[in-house]
C-alpha cells in the first residue's frame, strides 16, 4: 500500500524504521519486485503496510509486512522471502470517536 505523507508521519511514530523516499535508487527496482508501496527498513529488512481488518480498532490500520531480510552483518544487502506478516497493526487514520 502506498502511504501518503500524513500517513508516513503517523508510521514513524509506531514502528522503529526508516522510510525509503520515491526519489531513493532502489524504489524503482524495488516497485518492480513487490509493487507500489512505501518500503520501509528496519534492523530485520525489509517491510511494507498492507490493509488490515480490524474489527477492535476505529480508523484505518494497516499491517506490517517483512518482505527480505538482510543478508550481511552491515546492513547493506537484501534478501527476499515470500511476505510474511508479522502481526504488528500500525494506526494510520486517527479513530473517530
Known amino acids: 500500500m502506498k502511504l501518503n505523507s500524513d500517513q ?10 526508516e522510510v525509503l523516499p520515491d526519489n531513493h535508487p532502489a524504489v524503482a527496482q524495488l516497485c518492480g519486485l513487490f509493487g507500489d508501496h512505501t518500503f520501509f527498513v528496519d534492523r530485520s529488512g525489509l517491510k511494507v503496510l498492507e ?4 474489527s477492535d480498532m476505529d480508523g484505518e490500520t494497516g499491517e506490517v509486512v517483512s518482505l527480505a531480510d538482510w543478508s550481511d552483518p552491515t546492513l547493506t544487502s537484501l534478501r527476499p522471502h515470500e511476505p510474511e506478516p508479522t ?3 500500525v494506526m494510520l487514520t486517527p479513530s473517530k470517536h
Open 8 to 17: 508516513v508521519k503517523r508510521t514513524m511514530t509506531q514502528m522503529e524504521a
Open 51 to 54: 490493509p488490515a481488518q480490524t
Open 87 to 89: 502481526g504488528v497493526l
